[in-house]
């Protein structure tokens, strides 16, 4: 349904089956109730968002790449779910809300009539630069770690999980800005100049690399903002043990 609906590439969908299996095998339908809330959520804000100028953007169907990033970290996580359902579920909720918080920000932030401002140092970028954010795009950010939250508290019935997962979800969000702006590599298009975050420009002309890690795009940074999210979740359900 994604697929003809054109919000998953091929390999997208398949890559988004393997999560979603993933997903239900350790943590059952309540699991798969928490992806549901991020996957459908999130392409709805997506959904019909101002293509970004002045970037080099990759579209708006996810390929397999975008969905592992995403998702990945998520699905590693629900499998602790067959040792401990609560666990499996706390993780998942709080690593999808960090993938939900970046999704929705980065959909309304285009949204906004106020031009972005890089996290560190306040310059003025383009929309659609990374590291670059709006209070629209920060308020959507929020909006979107909290709607997942939601759904894995009550999944959970864990009530405490609403605000650890939102408050992490947005923390993950700042830190997948954060390196964005200061680790992401940048390139410019020897062709026309335009700035670009891939080492061939759609334009078809190989780019210059002119700052960050070149090795790092941006599905690196989701994958190390998801991990870092997981991580803080970890210490939170070993230092509030919702066990009882």
Sequence with gaps: MAYRAATLTGSGAVAAWLVG???LYGTGWAGGGVLAAFFVSSSLASRGAPPPSGVDPKGDRRDHRQVLANGGVA????????HDSRLGLWLLTCALAAAAAD??????????????????????VPPGTSGGITPLGTAGGAAGATVVAAAGAIG???????PVAALIGFGGMVLDSVLGAVAQG????????????????????????????AWLDNDGVN??????????AWAA????CPCS
């Design 156 to 162: 959970a019935g864990i009530w405490v999980l609403l």
């Design 75 to 82: 699905a590693a996580a629900a499998l602790l779910g067959l």
């Design 21 to 23: 299996a993933t997903v």
């Design 237 to 240: 359900w070993v230092w509030l």
């Design 103 to 124: 999704t929705w920000a980065t959909a309304t932030g285009a949204r906004s009539a106020a031009s972005p401002r890089l996290i560190l140092g306040g310059r003025m």
């Design 186 to 213: 940048r390139f410019r298009c020897a062709g026309c100049a335009e700035p670009s975050e891939w080492r061939v420009h759609r334009c078809g002309h190989p780019t210059v690399h002119q700052g960050g890690l």
């Design 223 to 232: 994958l190390t903002a998801g991990l870092a999210a997981a991580g803080v």
